[in-house]
């Protein structure tokens, strides 16, 4: 496609059910980035791949979020037993370089998630 | 810890010309961007500054003092549409981009 695609644009979910996200970056896209972004606030860094390596996961907030990329391309980020903290827009970001190189990221349009 | 801070809000009048500040304290620098972000869309790049002085691009332009922590983006013949919430971003030693809280731009007219 065009650019970053991510789905489902809105979840609902209840507390304590599991939720996938998933993000299809630009095709070609080395880097892939998860972020989470409050109303008002920037984004707040989550995870990142190389290829289908996780190489930084020091955002993710404890051990009921994980991500995984396993063939380089499409990303799926994944909260276990939401809770109504987890609640906020997730946003997913490719770019054509390694994180080293100063390549523009461009975002998806997030999935709101919300946890009633 | 790491921190970048920038206006909350600002109000400019179209046609006129706006400067949006950031300073920044962060573990190492390889470099700074501004991001644009209408609202309930998705934040799109508008300039990377690595070295000291003024980046021009078109109506807009970033400049970057690495000594001083500080860089503004300066907006010029404000237009209607210019009204968005701006994102400066500081990419840290870990090459991980540490994000400010975003200043609202309000055009009037």
């Known amino acids: 496609g065009a650019g970053v695609s991510q789905s489902p644009r809105y979840k609902v979910t209840k507390r304590g059910q599991d939720v996938a996200l998933r993000c299809d970056p630009i095709?070609?896209?080395?880097?892939l980035y998860w972020y989470r972004q409050a109303l008002g606030q920037g984004p707040e860094f989550l995870t990142y791949?190389?290829?289908?390596?996780?190489?930084?996961k020091s955002g993710l907030p404890n051990d009921r979020f994980s991500a995984e990329r396993p063939e380089g391309s499409i990303s799926t980020l994944t909260i276990q037993r939401t809770e109504q903290r987890d609640s906020a827009m997730y946003r997913c970001a490719s770019s054509s370089g390694d994180r080293a190189s100063p390549d523009t990221q461009y975002f998806g349009p997030g999935t709101r998630l919300t946890v009633l | 810890g790491q921190n970048i801070d920038q206006p909350t809000e600002m109000t400019a009048t179209e046609g006129a010309i706006v400067q949006i500040n950031c300073t920044y304290q962060?573990?190492?620098?390889?470099?700074l961007f501004w991001y644009q972000q209408h609202a309930g869309e998705a934040p799109t790049f508008l300039s990377y500054n690595v070295l000291d002085g003024l980046e021009e691009k078109g109506r807009f332009s970033s400049f970057l003092s690495r000594s001083k922590g500080y860089s503004y983006l300066l907006l010029k013949e404000l237009q209607m549409k210019d009204s968005a919430s701006y994102l400066c971003a500081v990419m840290d030693s870990n090459y991980q981009l540490i994000w400010g809280a975003g200043t609202k731009l309000i055009i009037k007219p």
């Open positions: 095709s070609g896209h080395v880097s």
């Open positions: 962060t573990s190492g620098f390889n470099g």
């Open positions: 791949f190389n290829y289908e390596a996780q190489q930084d």
